[in-house]
């Protein structure tokens, strides 16, 4: 009687432990995640395609009324690129606190502006940005800012984010847009990198 307890065991207990991982492949494959636009993909690459690379910059445009940036050196710096995520931090003169993230979130494309102070740790006004608006090109994606920023930077602007590439990937233009309106751009020269 006890063989054929043990016996009812073993079988019950081999049992068990090949079913475990067909269920648990089971249970990852239906879980597949959105994919960006073929647009966003394309445009996420086109900026992978610049890793390792430093490219200084210009303000071409501030809007009237506002503190120019015009005597500031500008460098952007092409450090992270991976499938899912660029990170490009952007330095005026001395101040390194902020870094662009263009990220896949949820299948989707995502920028925002992370804001560090010199030890590290997040400033108050951090990772606001937004989610590609699905009107963008291999070149130029546009983002409104999301309910995250509206809510942590009580926004009232409209804010949107240009980010263009020219085609022939000369330049790289950052754009921030108020009610519709640019009020401020600065553009990078990438045929001269540093």
Known sequence: ????TLLLLLIVFLASCGSGPRQEQQTQEPA????????????????ASLC?????????????????????????????????QVHIPFHMDEDKSRTWMFLVDNGKLRFRHD??????TPEDQTLYGGYSDGTGTAFSQ?????????????????????????????????????????????????????
């Open 32 to 47: 597949q995640e959105q994919t960006l636009s073929a647009e966003e993909r394309a445009f996420l690459d086109n900026l």
């Open 142 to 194: 546009h983002f409104p800012a999301d309910e995250y920023t509206i809510e942590h930077l009580t926004d009232t602007l409209n804010r949107q984010w240009n980010v263009v590439l020219d085609e022939d990937m000369t330049n790289f233009s950052y754009q921030l847009q108020y009610h519709g309106e640019i009020v401020f751009r600065a553009d990078f020269d990438l045929t001269n990198p540093l």
């Open 52 to 84: 390792g690379q430093s490219f200084r910059g210009t303000e071409t445009y501030m809007q009237e009324g506002r503190p120019s940036w015009a005597d500031k050196d500008m460098v952007m710096h092409v450090t992270l690129c991976e499938e899912n």
């Open 115 to 120: 804001h560090r102070h010199e030890d590290g």
């Open 1 to 4: 009687m006890k063989q054929t």
